[in-house]
C-alpha cells in the first residue's frame, strides 16, 4: 500500500503564508504526478498545483503568482508553498499521487487532507 501524509496546515490570517508538505510512503517505486487539490465548504474538490514526473508545474489560473509547487524525488514528497493568502482559500487541502509500486502495480492515492483556514 501506498500513504500519503499532509503536514503544514492550520490558521493564518489574510496575506500570510504557510508551507504544506506531503510524504509518500509505503511501497512506492516510483511516482508519476504529486499534487494539490482544495475542497471548500460546499463547493467540489478542485485542482491548486501538480507537478509532473518531469518537472513540469501546473497550477489553477487563479492561484498563479500566489502559491509554488515543489517536489523532492529523493524523499518522495511535495511542497505547497501558499503566499498572500485569502480568506476565499480556506479549504481543506489534498495530496494526490500516482505511480508504480514495488510489485509493478498501478497506485492512485489521496491523502486524508489538511485543514487550512484563513481569517483574521
Known amino acids: 500500500q501506498v500513504q500519503l501524509v499532509e503536514s503544514g496546515g492550520g490558521l493564518v490570517q489574510p496575506g500570510g503564508s504557510l508551507r504544506l508538505s506531503c510524504a509518500a510512503s509505503g511501497i512506492v517505486f516510483s511516482i508519476n504526478h504529486m499534487g494539490w487539490y482544495r475542497q471548500a465548504p460546499g463547493k467540489q474538490r478542485e485542482l491548486v498545483a501538480v507537478?509532473?514526473?518531469?518537472?513540469?508545474?501546473d497550477y489553477a489560473d487563479s492561484l498563479k503568482g500566489r502559491f509554488t509547487i515543489s517536489r523532492d524525488n529523493t524523499l518522495n514528497t511535495v511542497y505547497l508553498q501558499m503566499n498572500s493568502l485569502k480568506p476565499e482559500d480556506t479549504a481543506v487541502y489534498y495530496c494526490?499521487?500516482?505511480?508504480?509500486?514495488?510489485?509493478?502495480?498501478?497506485?492512485?492515492?489521496w491523502g486524508q487532507g489538511t485543514q487550512v483556514t484563513v481569517s483574521s
Open positions: 494526490k499521487a500516482d505511480g508504480a509500486t514495488t510489485t509493478f502495480a498501478h497506485f492512485d492515492s
Open positions: 507537478m509532473w514526473g518531469g518537472g513540469r508545474p
